[in-house]
């Protein structure tokens, strides 16, 4: 997804609501564009593995990438000290496999998610019932940043356990 074009659609699209010409911003875009859910390949080379915003490693949902960047960086860790320990650099090729198991599944629920809300007519709906909810907001609030409890299965996490389900059953999302 080139996210240029993603902001010249979206200035499109809402132009006469905002009163804007999308052909006249007021400025260009100078930030850069973090790559998010886990989406740089490969993550792991003969001599180096890739942590925080350059593995792709910031939350779909909120845009958020420090803790997972400490994370990577803890998980990383632990595999460099495999491979020194037992001199076999093949050990890095597990970390990989072991950021999969600790964010995959998080990361492609927070991709359907942003799919979802690509759809501006959802979005609206959606927006119109939970600007309304205070607890429907903190349930969403709960799985966006990721605050999901283990130890408890409230609403946020049994919305999230079913998204889950559906993302194991669309392998692509």
């Not at 349930?139 to 356990?161: F, Q, S, T």
Request: glycine residues 10%.
């Amino acid at each position: 997804m080139n996210t240029s074009h993603l902001l010249d659609s979206y200035a499109h699209m809402i132009a006469d609501r905002w009163g804007i010409d999308p052909g006249k911003p007021e400025c260009r875009a100078t930030s850069g564009k973090i790559p998010m859910g886990g989406s740089i390949f490969p993550k792991v080379g003969a001599t180096h593995l890739m942590i925080g915003d350059a593995a792709g490693s910031v939350n779909p949902f909120n845009g958020e990438g420090i803790d997972y960047a400490y994370e990577t960086a803890r998980i990383a860790a632990g595999v460099l000290h495999d491979a020194l320990t037992s001199g076999d650099a093949s050990a890095l090729q597990q970390y990989p496999a072991l950021l999969d198991a600790e964010y995959g599944q998080y990361f492609k629920v927070a991709r359907l998610f942003a799919r979802v809300i690509g759809r501006p007519a959802l979005m609206r709906e959606l927006s119109r019932v939970g600007i309304h909810s205070r607890t429907l907001m903190e349930w969403v609030l709960r799985i966006m940043a990721n605050l999901l409890r283990p130890d408890e299965k409230g609403p946020a996490e049994i919305a999230y356990a079913m998204a889950a389900r559906i993302v194991r059953l669309a392998p692509n999302a």
